[in-house]
């Protein structure tokens, strides 16, 4: 018995289909158009638009939009010079030898493996190597950075800026302030040893991974000044200055971005070091434990967004800050810490409630 829905066209002699002529249009004759979905009318990838493979003594990249959130593939390259101006979904790296990488935000993660002597820019959401040995990596990265059967390796703050780079962070889902580069899990220690380090804290971004000068490649207008990295460079893990922190923290609005950047201007121009910085929501009990009294103040703006948090170090962060903020942010509602004997209790609250929300 034949199926109900069956509609298989039947041949007639001479190959037209029953029930018309020759190029008739099949509306007129009652039959149906084969479906046109989405997918098949997308533009066919090729991997290789997407790999490097096999290169020796070559600079190669590709500039902002030729990826556009694709996965890449890097692999058997030895002595390149290798650049993604873009933003992708992920990016694996493996058997790499004395290549100099620079990769733009990565809205998944980036992976290192069977890579030695190879010296790197990287932007992720998650960071993580294996069997690798001497690697030096200026690194942003949302979550907690994984090295795994690595020795050597070696980790700064991500340092870099050209114009596309801030629409790739947001294309990328990754925030500017959420950057634990120096929060490193080993997951294979070694008693005695250390298998990670941090980079000098003046190591010059140009002196590890040197800039395109390829004519496709240095089109690309890049900066690799401290003031005008896209990421803010932070002071991370290593040793304060001083024993005197500042909270200070942004609420969710037309400038915070801009305000928040305003602050590290003016405090790190005052030479008071940029220890961490955090983007995060936060709700009304969140604010009771890390605000206390001052909460009722900010609780009713928290609904807006998500809080850019601050930390300083250096003596008198607490005053300096205050005195800046009252100064240039007047009509803005920003939390400081009130006190050098508070601010310790502040930045220790705001930053443990923050890692536990994001899961560090």
Known sequence: MGCFFSKRRKEVQGGRPQGGEAGQDPSATGEEKAPQYSWDQRDKVDPKDYTFSGLKDETVGRLPGKVAGQQFVIQDCENCNIYIFDHSATITIDDCTSCRIFLGPIKGSVFFRDCKDCKCVVACQQFRTRDCRKLEVFLCCATQPIIESSTGVKFGCFQYYYPELALQFKDAGLSIFNNTWSNIHDFTPVSGENNWSLLPEDAIVDDYVPLPTSEELKVVR????????????????????????????FFAGDYTTANARKLIDEMTGKSFLLVQTKEVLMKAEDAQRVFQQSAPDFIPLLEKGPVIALEFNGDGAVEGCRSIVNDIFSGTKVFVSESKESASRDVDSFYNFADMQMGL
């Open 222 to 249: 890049i900066s690799t000044a401290a003031p005008k990295s896209i990421i803010p460079v932070t002071w991370g893990g290593r040793q304060k200055s001083s024993e005197e922190s500042c909270l200070a923290v």
